[in-house]
């Protein structure tokens, strides 16, 4: 595969923004990733050979960094990456279960995707969203408190085109390759909409304001702590 002229050219003036916003051309190679990941749904030959033209750097150093990061794709992703959270508490509390239970229900193992390209499982780890235990992410989007029946009827949703909204965020739902731009550094407008924390998420905050709780100012001893 090679970028067309059109998409070369779309490429390079995405690109150059990005680069411009880092004191070193370098440093712009993880968004410069995202970007080639937004067109090709996944990190190509040719992305890599782009992202080290324009970094000035060689291809092996910009595979290197692709290969290290799970967020980036080695093959193909489908339209939605549907991620089922099975570290510690979310899979004590069902992840394990839904995991197995999508994964036949799919057809497809971690970081497979179905034959119709709607869907790539993928295992993740920490969402930092314990308290919503146990967590999916559709495409970086939460849904939170999920079941093993809920899980399968999400992605029945999103094989058949229906609309699906995450738990918290943005009411649409991007597919990969917008999901990839975004995090290029090429917002959708979506940030703002949408509650940003549910209610597990505030209770430490309630409880300290109850109590007139703070944290200690700089320079402040808390009490058991050593002065020495």
Not at 19 to 35: E, F, G, N, T, V
Not at 144 to 172: C, H, I, M, W, Y
Not at 191 to 209: C, H, M, R, T
């Amino acid at each position: 595969m090679t970028y067309s002229p059109e998409v070369r050219e779309r490429l390079e003036t995405d690109a150059k923004e990005i680069i411009d916003r880092y004191p070193r051309p370098r440093s712009a190679l993880l968004p410069l990733l995202h970007l080639v990941q937004s067109v090709d749904g996944y990190i190509s030959d040719d992305g890599h050979e782009f992202c080290a033209e324009m970094l000035g750097l060689s291809k092996a150093e910009v595979v290197g960094v692709s290969t290290f990061y799970t967020m980036y794709k080695r093959e193909p992703a489908g339209e939605y990456n549907v991620g089922v959270c099975t570290n510690a508490l979310c899979a004590i509390m069902g992840g394990d279960q839904i995991w197995d239970e999508l994964s036949e229900h799919v057809g497809v193992g971690h970081d497979e995707t179905t034959s119709d390209g709607k869907i790539t499982l993928e295992r993740l780890e920490c969402n930092a969203a314990c308290d919503f235990a146990p967590v999916m992410m559709v495409n970086w989007e939460f849904f939170d408190n999920q079941t093993p029946e809920s899980a399968k009827q999400l992605v029945d949703d999103l094989q058949a085109g229906k609309e699906v909204s995450p738990t918290r965020g943005p009411r649409r739902l991007c597919t990969f390759k917008e999901a990839s731009r975004i995090l290029a550094g090429f917002p959708d407008g979506q940030a703002g909409d949408g509650p940003p924390a549910g209610g597990p998420s505030l209770e430490g905050l309630k409880i300290a304001k109850a109590n007139g709780w703070e944290a200690p100012k700089p320079g402040e001893q808390t009490e058991g702590s050593d002065a020495s």
